[in-house]
């Protein structure tokens, strides 16, 4: 049922994703297949592959795959975000939420320029819908945007990060 759930997800996201840019074709590909690599300005435990569109230009569907402990720091997006968690678990944090736990059949929905941080707790796989371009800005503690290479010089999260 999990793998009939998480591939209609994946229709359902890629008619999305096709009506955005009608000039794609039928697409299939196997996990086996493909060949996750990191994402520019992300962690590195955390690589992707693009099953649909194109992220530097516009919608696309990403697979994820997080390792046990890989953290991304507080960033936000400069355009949607649906996330549909296929293995393990992952605490997300959005400013002015309540705290996520996105476990198997998970589901979240992010809207543009949200504040959030992102933790693996176990190793993890996940779809990522974009609902435009995947951009990452990182922010500090006081929400000033801060270079990813200062975002991720820690490694962990900040202190303010882990009271919330």
Known sequence: MKILSAGLLVGVLGCVVSAQNPSQGMA????????????????????????????ARGASIMIMRCSAGCYVPRHW?????????????????????????????????????????FSCTSE???FLLTGGTFEIHYVNDAGNEISPQEALATGRRSAAAKKK
Do not use: W, Y
């Open 28 to 55: 299939a590909h196997n996990i086996s297949d493909l060949k996750l690599q990191p994402l520019p300005d992300a962690p590195a435990c955390f690589p992707a592959a693009v099953e649909r569109g194109d992220p």
């Open 77 to 117: 997006h400069p355009a949607s975000e649906e996330i549909m968690m296929i293995r393990g678990t992952a605490d997300i944090r959005i400013k002015g939420e309540k705290p996520v736990k996105l476990a198997p059949g998970g589901f979240l929905a992010v809207p543009p320029h949200h504040v959030m941080d």
């Open 124 to 126: 993890s796989q996940l």
